[in-house]
Nanobody, 119 residues
Framework: QVQLVESGGGLVQAGASLRISCVASGRTFSTYSMAWFRQAPEKEREFVASISRFGLSTTYTDSVKGRFTISRDNAVNTLYLQMNSLKPDDTAVYLC????????????WGQGTQVTVSS
């Protein structure tokens, strides 16, 4: 399996921007579709965005459309999430996940990075 390590989280004010990253190792990065999920306290894990293996296709949950952008750089094995116009409701631990081309579910997960948005 691929190993995933997130970074870049922090405490920001509402309306600010933040970019978080996820570095992959152990397997060929371009063989994985990637996604960001988030989990707020006492809430279920929520899908945020996904990107296809070569970045040609992206999907977003409705609440982040127009504010967040998922991207990847296969040359440096890194997944990104650019978050603009952040809201307090975006506060959560953000986790990256990988799904190989042979799987139907995301089977590899990082530990997460905390994003806190103050009002």
């Amino acid at each position: 399996q691929v190993q995933l390590v997130e970074s870049g989280g922090g405490l920001v004010q509402a309306g600010a921007s933040l970019r978080i990253s996820c570095v992959a190792s152990g397997r060929t990065f371009s063989t994985y579709s990637m996604a960001w999920f988030r989990q707020a306290p006492e809430k279920e894990r929520e899908f945020v965005a996904s990107i296809s293996r070569f970045g040609l296709s992206t999907t977003y949950t409705d609440s982040v459309k127009g504010r967040f952008t998922i991207s990847r750089d296969n040359a440096v094995n890194t997944l990104y999430l650019q978050m603009n116009s952040l809201k307090p409701d975006d506060t959560a631990v953000y986790l990256c996940a990988a799904r190989s081309q042979y799987d139907t579910a995301f089977g590899s997960w990082g530990q997460g990075t905390q994003v806190t948005v103050s009002s």
